[in-house]
């Protein structure tokens, strides 16, 4: 089992940044691939981006890419999302996720957090 723990997140004005993290307790956290998501009020979860294992891959929604930046530290334990160029739209739940295998931008994954809101006013 994994737990994951969100943390980070508010209300920001449209523009500005704000950081994610997940911390990871119970199974080896550098055993598995995490990924982020997000759902807004009526719309259906989506995916944001993902990092595998060792952190050499990544990959983003087009809606977020350049904007956005997915990293983890496994000696922490912890995975990061970093937001910037924050707007109206991204304004959702975001949910930190584990799994061990790939497909890693599919919402099938083993393991969610509660989430964390994000708020960015227009």
């Known amino acids: 089992q994994v737990q994951l723990v969100e943390s980070g997140g508010g209300l920001v004005q449209a523009g500005g940044s704000l950081r994610l993290s997940c911390a990871a307790f119970?199974?080896?956290?550098?055993?598995?691939?995490m990924g982020w998501f997000r759902q807004a009020p009526g719309k259906e979860r989506e995916f944001v981006a993902a990092?595998?294992?060792?952190?050499?891959?990544?990959f983003y929604a087009d809606s977020v890419k350049g904007r956005f930046t997915i990293s983890r530290d496994n000696a922490k334990n912890t995975g990061y999302l970093q937001m910037n160029s924050l707007k109206p739209a991204d304004t959702a739940v975001y949910y930190c996720?584990?799994?061990?295998?790939?497909?890693?931008?599919?919402?099938?994954?083993?393991?969610w957090g509660q989430g964390t809101q994000v708020t960015v006013p227009s």
């Open positions: 996720a584990a799994k061990a295998r790939a497909p890693l931008i599919t919402n099938d994954y083993d393991y």
């Open positions: 119970g199974r080896t956290f550098s055993s598995f691939a």
């Open positions: 990092i595998n294992w060792n952190g050499l891959s990544t």
